[in-house]
């Protein structure tokens, strides 16, 4: 029997936790070695040192997401299952790399199925997903830009990459996963008409966020989203109802 290495990847220490404990409890029959990372550092580490066979691997974490990780694993064989909390757009995707995928928040019995076919491919010795092949049939679904106008001319930007828009006067700036923030030519209100059939939603007189950056939805203090680069953004009564009905609430 071959021993089932896993590597769970995941921001979130509780969701690392749990998946953990899961595969503790209920895999108790198999030979499993379970290591964890929260960033991409440290998951580029432990695929170095643990050659993991099966990858639980989260999408959305700060600065650097999973679809670097795979990237960066270049040749690595091995079985993966995408964790995510993301938009129904991405599922595609997911069915088109003909890939494993589980919607936070996780249940148990369909973890259960997804690690047990993984195990059986594994188990077979059949062709495992080589990472960098999956990288590549995953990146023309990832890689929709988007032109952002500014002073000097224009920024080509993966729509995936933007955190949200925050309003300047007559401009806007625009917040990225990497961190960086630009100041594009156009108000608010250009930019909502523009991106308006994507995956934002504005949810403020001064905001406008990317609906699969959100992190947590807090009731208090009138109402605020906390986004995954740790901002607050208000959201006020007038958007708040459109807001909660394109969450996905259990």
């Known amino acids: 029997m071959k021993t089932l290495r896993i590597l769970i990847v995941d921001d979130e220490p509780n969701g690392r936790a749990y998946l953990q404990q899961v595969i503790e409890r209920y895999l108790t029959d198999d030979v499993v070695a379970v290591h964890s ?3 991409y550092e440290e998951a580029v580490s432990a695929i170095k040192s643990f050659s993991p066979n099966l990858l639980l691997l989260d999408i959305e974490m700060p600065f650097k997401s999973g679809f670097d990780v795979l990237e960066t694993a270049g040749n690595l064989e091995a079985e993966v299952i995408f964790t995510t909390a993301f938009h129904q757009y991405a599922i595609k995707a997911f069915k088109y790399g003909a890939i494993d995928y589980l919607l936070k928040p996780i249940d148990v019995e369909e973890l259960k199925i997804a690690i047990g076919k993984a195990k059986e491919r594994i188990e077979q010795k059949q062709p495992q997903h080589n990472l960098q092949q999956l990288f590549m049939q995953l990146q023309e679904s990832r890689q929709k830009q988007i032109g952002l106008p500014t002073l ?12 949200r828009f925050e309003a300047a006067g007559n401009y806007a700036n625009v917040m990225l996963s990497s961190g960086k923030k630009e100041m594009i030519s156009r108000t608010l209100k250009e930019v909502e008409d523009a991106i308006k059939d994507k995956n934002f939603i504005r949810v403020h007189k001064s905001h406008i966020i990317n609906i699969a950056h959100i992190k947590a939805y807090q009731k208090s203090d009138g109402g605020f989203v906390l986004m995954r680069d740790g901002a607050e953004v208000p959201v ?3 958007h708040k109802e459109e807001l909660l ?3 996905n609430l259990i």
């Open 37 to 39: 990372a929260g960033s």
């Open 236 to 238: 006020s009564k007038a």
């Open 245 to 247: 009905s394109r969450i």
């Open 152 to 163: 000097a001319g224009f920024l080509l930007i993966d729509v995936a990459e933007i955190i």
